[in-house]
C-alpha cells in the first residue's frame, strides 16, 4: 500500500528579489493545502532557510519537491548532497519541468499579456550548459507548442542555445520559461524587447500548485 505524503519541502532556486520569493512560497502553501499536510518552503541560495539547514534539522518523514524547471547541476548534485544530511527518510521528486501543465500556465500568461493565438512564440529559459537541461528545455519548447498551436522557438540567456536577442523578431510573444522575478525575468524583458508582447514569469498559479502535489505524490509512490 503506497503511503502518503506526509511533509511537503519544496526548494526554489533563491534570488534577492523578495517578490520572486515570496512566489515560491506562496506555491508551497498552495500546494500543501492542496495535499492537506505541513508544507515549507526552502531554497538553493541567495535566501533563507537554506535547503541544507532544513533538511538537518528535519524530524519526519519529508518529501522534498524541486521548484526548478528543468535537470541541471543543482539537481543532480545540490539537492542529493543537502538531502543526504537529514536524519529522517527522505523522498525526492523530480523538477518541476518539463511538464503540460506548465505549458498551459505559459498559455494562459500569453493570452493575458495580449498575445494573438496562432502567433509566433520565442520560449526563453534561464539556460544550463547542462545536456540534458538542454534536453528538458526542447522538451517543454515541445509542449508549448502543442498548447498553442503555433510555432515556438526556443533561446536561452545562458547555455549553447541562442540568446534571445537572437532568435527574437518584431511580431513575436515572448513566453518566459521562469518561476519568477527576478535577474532572468529582468533579462529576458531586456534581450526581448524586439517582441510585440513579453508574458510575465509563470507566477503562483493554481496549476503549478497541482503539479507540486503531483509531483510529491509520485514521489512517494515510488520510494514506497
Known amino acids: 500500500m503506497t503511503r502518503p505524503v506526509t511533509r511537503l519541502v519544496t526548494v526554489a532556486h533563491g534570488t534577492r528579489h523578495p517578490s520572486g520569493n515570496d512566489v515560491a512560497a506562496e506555491l508551497t502553501q498552495l500546494a500543501g493545502d492542496l495535499l492537506g499536510v505541513p508544507a515549507q518552503v526552502s ?15 528535519c524530524g519526519a518523514a519529508t518529501t522534498v519537491v524541486p521548484l526548478l524547471l528543468s535537470t541541471g547541476f543543482h539537481v543532480r548534485h545540490d539537492l542529493p548532497a543537502a538531502v543526504d544530511g537529514s536524519p529522517a527518510p527522505v523522498a525526492m521528486a523530480p523538477p518541476l519541468g518539463p511538464d503540460p501543465l506548465l505549458a ?42 502543442e498548447a498553442w498551436s503555433g510555432e515556438v522557438r526556443l533561446a536561452a540567456l545562458a547555455g549553447p542555445l541562442d540568446r534571445p536577442v537572437e532568435v527574437v523578431r518584431p511580431g513575436d510573444a515572448v513566453s518566459p520559461y521562469l518561476l ?29 500548485a497541482e503539479l507540486i502535489a503531483q509531483r510529491a505524490t509520485h514521489a512517494v509512490a515510488a520510494a514506497s
Do not use: K, N, W
Open 43 to 57: 531554497y538553493v541560495e541567495l535566501c533563507a532557510p537554506l535547503l541544507t539547514d532544513v533538511m538537518r534539522e
Open 104 to 145: 498551459r500556465v505559459q498559455v494562459v500568461r500569453l493570452l493575458l499579456a495580449g498575445a494573438e493565438p496562432g502567433q509566433d512564440v520565442v520560449m526563453v529559459a534561464a539556460g544550463s550548459r547542462d545536456r540534458l537541461a538542454v534536453a528538458d528545455l526542447e522538451q517543454a519548447r515541445d509542449h508549448l507548442a
Open 180 to 208: 519568477a522575478e527576478g535577474f532572468f525575468a529582468t533579462r529576458t524583458r531586456d534581450e526581448g524587447a524586439a517582441a510585440t508582447v513579453i508574458a510575465p514569469v509563470l507566477g503562483p498559479h493554481p496549476l503549478l
